[in-house]
């Protein structure tokens, strides 16, 4: 199976900056690709940044050249740098890996979610 477990979440204001990390532990089959999603209170979650295996990346519109998503394989991390915040950047940011169990099925993992706060 595999963990794991954000954190760099908090409160700052517009126009600051937050990295968060998201470190994994145990292990899967494959690893397909890594993101972050966030959710607002109601809401679903949606993305906002994914990286695949082969460093392909992906943001949404509404962080686009603001938010950057990378990764650190030796500390099995992934990072999402955010600059530029903006109050709608507030929600909880959820880290996902999508990969392959040992069953070889498809499977998501979310860590726990790290609130993210922007005031104005």
């Known amino acids: 199976q595999l963990q794991l477990v954000e954190s760099g979440g908090g409160l700052v204001q517009a126009g600051g900056s937050l990295r968060l990390s998201c470190v994994r532990s145990?292990?899967?089959?494959?690893?397909?690709?890594m993101g972050w999603y966030r959710q607002y209170p109601g809401n679903q979650r949606e993305l906002v940044a994914t990286?695949?295996?082969?460093?392909?990346?992906k943001y949404a519109d509404s962080v686009k050249g603001r938010f950057t998503i990378s990764r650190d394989n030796a500390k099995k991390t992934v990072y999402l740098q955010m600059d530029s915040l903006r109050p709608e950047d507030t929600a909880v940011y959820y880290c996902?890996?999508?990969?392959?169990?040992?069953?070889?099925?498809?499977?998501?993992?979310w860590g726990q979610g790290t609130q993210v706060t922007v005031s104005s």
């Open positions: 996902r890996v999508g990969g392959v169990n040992y069953l070889r099925q498809n499977q998501d993992y």
């Open positions: 145990g292990d899967i089959f494959l690893i397909t690709d």
């Open positions: 990286v695949t295996v082969g460093g392909t990346t």
